[in-house]
């Protein structure tokens, strides 16, 4: 064996071979895999085999296609058989709503090429001729989806790997895993130790404890999932013969079952809602190649929809009961990518559908590892997604939720209940006492609006207009014409000071870090020039705050997305990592947890501190016309345009409360976000309540802010900004300074400016009726798709239904027709105009004065 390696991949089920391989395919050929026993020995040798592409989240759709391409190659390559069959796959509805879901899963998939197809119910039973017709009211036919031989895949991977130069330690455990001075890791195993720079987390069932070995609590837990296989049935030969053997797939989301032709018989599996977690605590090491007992008892709801949907199923005697585990993530995607403040750790577990998202996985693993780029869209999947708030008991609660709804719809406007309430801020109950209607973020309740009191707090879920709508409306109202408030806890806010804080910040951001008691809008990109933050940072000036003073003259508070608080928290400790080792700085960040990380990361010699601040920074927001002087009432420092402007912060004493008060607001109007400890939130709170109820002041939640951003055309993270994208592509011109000096990302983005943008970030007004575009819907321009939508609504103040999203370069500029363009919302092509300023306020003078 031997003793160094670039990589070591723990792992050797389908997961962790598709790691490997791609590895090698990267050019990285200094790489080995560990595996336990044999390879696919956990949970991968009793998959059913089943792949999709079609998924809710359009980037795990096309992780999804490239795993199923894959497939016809790996076979040439390896010269190892995959069983691929690619027998079609029947998506039956049964109810208008999950035809509007199918309806936008196939809208969704014709920007990525995907070639579905909606049918009619009898088109459907001429593809399963065994279903009944009357349970269903249509159907989506995916040509593309199929079954592989798990086993078969997992070997092609590893023999195609093996070619290629990587060496696979089977009956090898790796049972320590230790973190050397040099940014070395040890693997120990029984055979020996290996050193090496990287190494990947593969191990399915034992990802939990792979991770434990480094300190990690994976928010991962195994299922228990069951499948049956029926005697033959020589009623089902002819639709055999005429399908080449193989029959055609089908998904019964009524039913909650999916069935597919095997050894003669069928196959029929479920997601039941009484659904058993396995292994809670601890895998155990000696579980082998097993089964569990099964339960048909506990699926029997799901056999008496077969029973009924397909009758067939009835009399069949049943053959074989399988009844293995395998795992998910919190949220049922798969957890990728490198652990923040754990240099070359990396994971690749959680997949819960390994037959169709390996290989996609595999792809991403390998780029992000020799680029440092993931090279497509994996915000979904990535690991950071996750924070501290995923304790065991949280991911088990999740996980049951997701397992046992993962036939039902997802609405968009849906918030599911279980783990919650979690976190929640110092006027979480003076908000529910005024009727919020309650979302969650990063483990945080916060209000999504709020309903008129006497009325049950309750959003109804629905692909069209909700029940918010009408009071949105006057949310966004009251604040356009007056003033609202607003509670803003759930944005990220990392801190940063020492007298080495500025040149980090300049290093890491792609504006001018600006001067004390001023802010600064700034993307942040990486090594490639593509976008992964956009942030407002605030220059506080220490030299008045003896508790500051101590680290250096200035205090940076860097305000972002909330959702990516992990995710942007990784970057910064890598980049301080990266900052000491290059002498730029010496800031010392130390091996820390993963998910549970040291929170503070201090500098050897004092220079950068970083600490990201969570819910211990309380925010609270008001805007609009009146709210100059609900805060002048509250203080004796002149807040005149002139003396306190948009983009100005300072320290204010707001009622025995010390306030950072910051002059900017997400609604394009003009506003105030004041930061606070939390233990003074609740003060504040009722002292802004108090000055702003001779205004009419309102509160407001996220519904009517999306709203309004929309009206002034304002992207967010996580739909508009994105790594996929550059800053010009996301119109983020003004804010990237090529001439500051040098960045991170600076010379990729001075290319891509060279080469000029492909397309660009476009706002669109559409012709809609009664439903409005969510995100991910294609734009069609001349009867063909040229680009999609980040994210939609109705923008309530404009009276108009907007979108977000990216066009062809050649179809985003002014001096290009403007009309033409269609958008498709719920299947329906709806006329689109793209506006090539915003709706309200297009000079910014409500933001500026
Ligand atoms: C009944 C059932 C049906 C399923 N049907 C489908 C389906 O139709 N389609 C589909 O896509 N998916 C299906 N799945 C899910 C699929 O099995 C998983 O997505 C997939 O197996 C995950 O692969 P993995 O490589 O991540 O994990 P695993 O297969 O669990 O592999 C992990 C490997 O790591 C090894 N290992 C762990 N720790 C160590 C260590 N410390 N040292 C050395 N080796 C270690 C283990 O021995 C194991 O071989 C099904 C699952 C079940 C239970």
Same mark, same amino acid.
């Given at each position: ?152 895949? &997992?070997?092609? /991977?590893?023999?195609? *790997?093996?070619?290629? %130069?990587? !060496? =696979? @330690?089977?009956?090898?455990? +790796? ?67 005429? &399908?080449?053997? /193989?029959?055609?797939? *089908?998904?019964?989301? %009524?039913? !909650? =079952? @999916?069935?597919?032709?095997? +050894? ?586």
């Amino acid at each position: 064996m031997k003793s160094t390696a670039q990589v070591v991949v723990i792992g050797g089920g389908v997961v962790g071979a598709s790691v490997l391989y791609h590895l090698t395919q990267a050019g990285w050929t200094d790489v080995v895999l560990l595996e336990r026993r044999e390879l696919t020995a956990g949970s991968t040798w009793h998959a059913a085999g089943g792949m999709h592409t079609i998924n809710g989240d359009p980037n795990v759709a096309a992780l999804q296609r490239y795993t199923v391409q894959l497939y016809e190659e790996l076979e040439k390559s390896s010269g190892v058989s995959c069983g691929v069959h690619l027998t079609g796959e029947v998506m039956l509805a049964d109810s208008e709503d999950r035809m509007d879901w199918l309806r936008m899963v196939h809208a969704r998939g014709r920007y990525l090429g995907m070639d579905t197809e909606l049918i009619s119910v009898s088109e459907a039973a001429q593809k399963i001729p065994f279903l009944v017709e009357e349970h269903f009211v249509g159907a989506l036919w995916d040509p593309v989806g199929g079954h592989v031989d798990p086993s078969g895949v &997992t070997h092609a /991977y590893a023999a195609a *790997a093996r070619m290629a %130069g990587a !060496e =696979i @330690y089977r009956n090898t455990w +790796a049972y320590d895993i230790v973190a050397n001075s040099d940014d070395t890791w040890d693997v120990v195993t029984e055979e020996g130790t290996i050193t090496c720079e990287h190494f990947v987390n593969c191990g399915g069932l034992w990802a939990r404890e792979v991770g434990r070995m480094c300190g990690l609590e994976l928010p991962i837990l195994a299922m228990e999932h069951q499948y049956l296989v029926t005697e033959q049935l020589p009623e089902i030969a002819p639709w055999l013969e005429a &399908t080449g053997g /193989y029959g055609v797939g *089908a998904i019964d989301f %009524g039913g !909650e =079952i @999916y069935t597919r032709a095997e +050894a003669g018989g069928l196959l029929l599996g479920t997601y039941e809602k009484a659904c058993v977690p396995w292994s809670t605590t601890e895998t155990p090491w000696d579980f082998g190649s097993q089964l569990l007992t099964p339960d048909l008892e506990r699926i029997a709801p799901s056999l008496a929809a077969a029973f009924e949907h397909f009758p067939i199923f009835a009399d069949a005697g049943i053959r074989n009961v399988v009844n293995g585990p395998f795992t998910f993530a919190p949220d049922g995607n798969p957890l990728i990518g490198p652990i923040r403040g754990q240099r070359g750790h990396w994971v690749a577990c959680g997949v819960m559908a390994g037959l169709s998202q390996g290989g996609g996985v595999g792809l991403a693993m390998a780029n992000w590892m020799t680029t440092g780029d993931p090279g497509f869209d994996v915000w979904g999947m990535d690991v950071a997604r996750f924070g501290d708030w995923t304790t065991p008991s949280y991911t088990k609660a999740k996980v049951m939720e997701n397992y046992s709804r993962r036939f039902s719809i997802s609405f968009p406007n849906e918030e599911l209940p279980a783990g919650r309430p979690l976190h929640t801020s110092a006027i979480h109950d003076d908000l529910d006492s005024a009727n919020a209607v309650w979302g969650s973020s990063y483990g945080l309740e916060y209000p999504l609006w709020f309903q008129r009191l006497g009325a049950e707090p309750v959003e109804e879920v629905t692909f069209h207009r909700s029940n918010a709508f009408d009071v949105v409306a006057d949310e966004v109202h009251a604040t356009r014409t007056g003033v609202g408030l607003m509670e803003t806890t759930g944005f990220a806010k990392h801190e940063f000071t020492g007298p080495g804080a500025r040149v980090f910040l300049e290093r890491v951001m792609a504006n001018h870090i600006p001067e004390s008691g001023r802010m600064a809008l700034t993307p942040m990109l990486n090594h490639q020039g593509m976008l992964i933050g956009d942030f407002t940072v605030a220059t506080i000036s220490t030299a008045t705050d003896a508790t500051d003073a101590a680290d250096g003259p200035e205090r940076f508070v860097v305000f972002g997305s909330g959702a990516a608080e992990g995710y942007h928290e990784r970057w910064f400790r890598s980049q301080l990592r990266v900052a000491r080792s290059t002498g730029v700085e010496s800031p010392s960040e130390g091996r820390s947890s993963g998910l549970e990380s040291a929170r503070e990361d201090r500098s050897a010699g004092g220079r950068v501190s970083y600490r990201p601040l969570s819910h211990e920074m309380a925010g609270l927001s008001i805007s609009g016309p009146a709210a100059r002087d609900v805060l002048a009432s509250l203080t004796t420092v002149d807040v005149s345009n002139d003396s306190f402007r948009f983009l100005d912060v300072r320290r204010m004493d707001l009622g025995m409360v010390p306030a950072l008060v910051a002059r900017i607001s997400f609604t394009g109007d003009l506003g105030y976000e004041f930061w606070v400890p939390a233990s003074l939130q609740q003060r504040l709170f009722r002292l802004l309540t108090e000055a702003g109820e001779p205004h009419g002041m309102r509160l407001f939640g996220l519904r009517a802010l999306d709203s309004m951003r929309l009206d002034k055309g304002f992207g967010a993270w996580a739909s508009e900004y994105r790594s996929v994208y550059t800053p010009w592509e996301a119109r983020m011109d003004r804010f990237v300074k090529l001439d500051k000096g040098d960045f991170i990302g600076r010379e990729a983005a001075a290319a891509s400016l060279a080469a000029g943008p492909e397309r660009r970030l476009c706002l669109l007004r559409i012709d809609v009726d009664g439903a409005d575009a969510l995100g991910d819907e294609p734009i069609w321009h001349d009867g063909e798709v040229v680009g999609w939508v980040t994210s939609g609504g109705y923008a309530h103040w404009s009276e108009a239904s907007c979108a977000l999203g990216y066009l062809p370069s050649t179809l985003a500029d002014a001096a290009t027709r403007s009309g033409g363009f269609e958008v498709e919302v719920l299947g329906v092509r709806r006329a689109a105009t793209r506006l090539d300023e915003p709706l309200f306020d297009p000079s910014g003078a409500r933001l500026r004065s």
